[in-house]
C-alpha cells in the first residue's frame, strides 16, 4: 500500500510537482489569479506504459474539452480519473504542452522553461523520460476551435479562485507542469502560482 499524505502547496510560476496517488485520492487544483495554464500527465501506477489518453477520453466523453463528470482514460481503456468539481467549465484537450521545440518553432525562441522539460524533471523520479510524454491536458487553459477547424491558444477563462478537483479511480502516477509560457496569451503572458491539494481516502 502506498504511504499516504494529504498535501497542500503552492507550486511557483513555472514550477512542476509529481507523485503516487492511491486511488480514492483527490486531487484538487486551484488557479490562485486566473488565467493560469497547468499542463498535466498521469499513467497506471502498476504499469505506466498504461497512460492518459487524449484521443479515447474524447471519444468517450463525445466533446473535446474536460469538465465536471469527464473520466480520463488510459490507451488501454482503463479509467485513471473522474472530474468531479469543476468551477471553470472548460479545459482543453488538444493543446499540448509547450516545448523548447514548438517555441523555437512558433516564436523563434531559442532556449527558455518550457512545459515539456518540466514533465521531464518530474516524470524522472520514477525512471520515466521522453518516450513517457502523450499528448497532455491544459487545465485552465482556453484553446477555441472555430466550424471551419481552425484553433488558436487563447487568454484563459479562469477566474481567481477557480479549482477543478479530480478522484483517482486505480493507484496513478501524476506529473503537472504550472505553465511558464510567455509568448502566447495562456497565462495571459504573465504565469502566476497554482494551490494543489491532495486529500488521501479515509479507508486507505
Known sequence: MMEQQNIDIVIAPGGYWSDRLPRGARLRLIDLEGCQAVDFLC??????????????????AGSIYVGKGTRLYSDMGNLLFTVVEDSCGRHDTIGGCCSRESNRLRYGVPEGPNCRDNFLRGLARFGMGKTDIVANLNFFMSVPVRPDGGMAIA??????????????????????????????????????????????????
Request: proline share 10%; aromatic share 4%; hydrophobic share 30%.
Open 155 to 204: 487568454e484563459g477563462h479562469s477566474r481567481p479562485g477557480d479549482h477543478i478537483e479530480l478522484r483517482a479511480e486505480t493507484d496513478v502516477l501524476v506529473a503537472l507542469s504550472n505553465c511558464p509560457q510567455v509568448n502566447n496569451p495562456a497565462n495571459n503572458y504573465r504565469p502566476t502560482p497554482i494551490r494543489l491539494i491532495v486529500t488521501q481516502p479515509a479507508e486507505c
Open 43 to 60: 499513467y497506471n501506477a502498476a504499469d505506466p506504459t498504461d497512460r492518459y489518453c487524449a484521443a479515447d477520453t474524447m471519444k468517450i
